[in-house]
């Protein structure tokens, strides 16, 4: 274990990062493959000590750092790298920026300039919202260049507190993980469903009621899996914040233990003060207000820790944006009954049969059975054909993973017959996983090709 505390010489919270408040425990301290200039840096993200100091010494100097995956490629650094170089060089505007790769990018990198003001906000409001202080002890369980250690990390070590790197590589290693649970205590535990799933594998019999805040965030866990989140955190409120790495957290809805458990789906929440909502089609642009009448629409958002734009050709190209220069976010969603819904993703509806289907909708049937945990689908074009197919996951140890027929006549209870998948590729371990910790689906169907 490496323990680190130092103290900051910033004088306004307003303009500076004040990162080295904080502590860091269980960082491995890696050596860091990265590529450092005065004018920028582009790391590696291992969850090291030096690495996190370094990025915010950088930013509060006017630098750029680039966090990107540990699995990177030598010639995902070299893209990276050049593109920052040619940025930092012919770039006019002043102060730092934090920049991102997005969660879903694949082939050519695609990074998100986050500037200095902005991440001070947002670090500010996680800091009020969840009372971060020197008592906050929060396991971080994503990768460092995902952006959800914007919160669980970040603001956590701007409070003064303490951050439990724990190796993203052994989320499945369950005495790895409750031996980090027993030791250090968390009271703060972020997750989005693939760590979820990792964390509910651990003993029935484990608890630690020293947690009390739990966030879900990027993506839908199933009701099993939420049900066995309450039993391993019973004394924990519960959080389900949305967002993105272009805008960040901007709705939050926060639930009793029973309601996140018993909960068909979880409901996306109310905006996060400052946070602009909106439901948009190609008529009209609603303000998502308690007094809306129903409807649907794309979700459009604006917040005060916007992303200046992707750092492209060596400059900052903007954000794609529509009325009230709020951001696309590309998600389908429903406000009816005081409450905003999540319908799907726009561009994972695709055309099979003769009709739109949506993946996401075939995702959330297989979850909704109970006998699948995680599930991820997509389509395959075989000659002239186009066949759907679907990956599936349970945590449940004991019963093993259900058969395809079983969980196909359960489906088909749920889907109409267009809908249902062509394939069902049964895994008996958890799914490989992408740089951001999330499932990967190339990897997915490379290991169900080769059946």
Known sequence: MVTTTTRSTATSAHSWLTLSTGTIVESDDAPRHHVTQHAFGIYRATKSIRLINECADLINRGGIAALIPVSASDAYLEAIAEQIELFARTRTEPGGILALPTSGSTGAPKLVA?????????????????????????????????????????????????????????????????????????????????????????????????????????????????????????????????????????????????????????????????????????????????????????????????????????????????????????????WSAQQLRYLGRYDRTVKIRGQRVSLDEIEQAARSTSLAEMACAWIAEVGTNTELHMAYTTSNQTLGTPSSLVLRMAMSAILPPFAMPNQLHPFDSPFPLNGNGKPDLASIKSLTESE
């Not at 971080?140 to 439990?164: I, K, Q």
């Not at 972020?190 to 947690?211: E, K």
Request: proline share 6%; net charge negative.
């Open 114 to 334: 986050i500037p200095a003001s902005g991440l001070v906000q947002f670090l500010g409001w996680g800091e009020q919202h969840f009372g971060f202080d020197e008592t906050t002890i929060s396991l971080s369980l994503s990768p460092w260049n995902f952006d959800v250690s914007l919160l669980d990390t970040w603001a956590v070590l701007s409070a003064g507190g303490t951050v439990v790197a724990a190796d993203t590589a052994r989320l499945y290693d369950t005495n790895y993980l409750t031996e980090l649970l027993h030791r250090h205590r968390p009271t703060f535990v972020q997750v989005v469903p693939a760590t979820l799933d990792a964390l509910v594998n651990l003993s029935d019999a484990d608890s630690y009621d020293t947690v009390h805040d739990v966030v879900l965030t990027g993506g839908i866990a199933s009701q099993s899996l939420r049900a066995a989140a309450t039993r391993l955190f019973p004394q924990a409120t519960f959080h389900n914040i949305y967002g993105s790495t272009e805008v960040n957290d901007c709705l939050i809805e926060t639930l009793s233990a029973e309601k996140f458990a018993g909960a068909d789906s979880l409901p996306l929440g109310r905006p996060i003060n400052g946070c602009e909502v909106f439901l948009g089609t190609e008529d009209e642009v609603q303000r998502l207000d308690p007094q809306m009448p129903d409807a649907e629409g794309e979700l459009l958002v604006r917040t005060p820790w916007m992303a200046l734009g992707y750092i492209h050709a060596g400059a900052i190209r903007p954000l794609p944006t529509r009325e009230n220069h709020c951001y696309p976010m590309r998600d389908h969603a429903s």
